[in-house]
């Protein structure tokens, strides 16, 4: 069904909201972020902003979610598109790298670091609506590796973890410690590779575990 003239509006409304909080968070800090200034930018009362956010923490996880509801979409279409285990995760593991090492995601991940020993709410929303939901999604494309017989039979969530620990041990951590200030498509292709080459040798199943298993 169409949606209405007025849930459009609600939904530009909520659009505008959360662009203003993105910014806001970045650039001030979840402490100096309050309410007043949001609703102060955006032209109206704090009431209405409280009628679609009742509190700043659910602003902050609306925020998060919005930031990265199409990443993991982008996700599953390619784990969908399974082929080899090694070709997927190899997509999966570019992808994320990049992701990673995207301006807007190393402004959030300092963001949670530098101000979640103040505010110890704000570690688990981002949690709970990010890398959580990552290893969920992997987790459950490597149980469907294991029933296929190509990666050892494990813990999956613990190797999901592996996996996205994996990614994030080159550029990524660079570029937190301001050690580079971006990513090349090369050290994104570095970093995939080497992921996917250890989780391989740590999890894949090899030609003679196979035959192995046919005996």
Not at 150 to 174: F, S
Request: charged share 25%; hydrophobic share 40%.
């Amino acid at each position: 069904m169409k949606p209405s003239k007025r849930d459009m509006q609600k939904a530009e409304r909520r659009a505008a909201i959360l662009e203003v909080a993105r910014r806001s968070f970045f650039e001030n800090g979840y402490a100096a972020t309050s309410m007043s200034e949001i609703a102060a930018k955006l032209g109206g009362s704090k009431g209405t902003l409280w009628s679609y956010f009742p509190s700043k923490a659910d602003l902050f996880a609306a925020m998060i979610d919005d930031a990265t509801i199409e990443f993991r979409q982008q996700l599953n279409e390619l784990l969908q598109r399974h082929e080899d285990v090694r070709s997927t995760l190899m997509r999966l593991c570019l992808h994320f790298v990049g992701r990673l090492t995207d301006s807007t995601a190393i402004c959030l991940y300092r963001l949670i670091h530098g101000e979640g020993g103040r505010f110890p709410e704000i570690g688990p929303i981002f949690h709970e609506r990010g890398p959580r939901n990552v290893r969920n999604m992997v987790a459950a494309y490597l149980d469907q590796c294991i029933a296929e017989g190509t990666i050892r039979k494990v813990d999956t969530m613990v190797a999901a973890n592996n996996l996205t620990a994996l990614c994030m041990a080159g550029a990524y951590q660079k570029m937190l410690l301001n050690m580079i200030d971006s990513a090349t498509e090369e050290d994104i292709q570095t970093d995939a590779e080497n992921a996917v080459d250890i989780f391989m040798r740590a999890y894949g199943v090899h030609h003679n575990e196979m035959s192995d298993d046919l005996n």
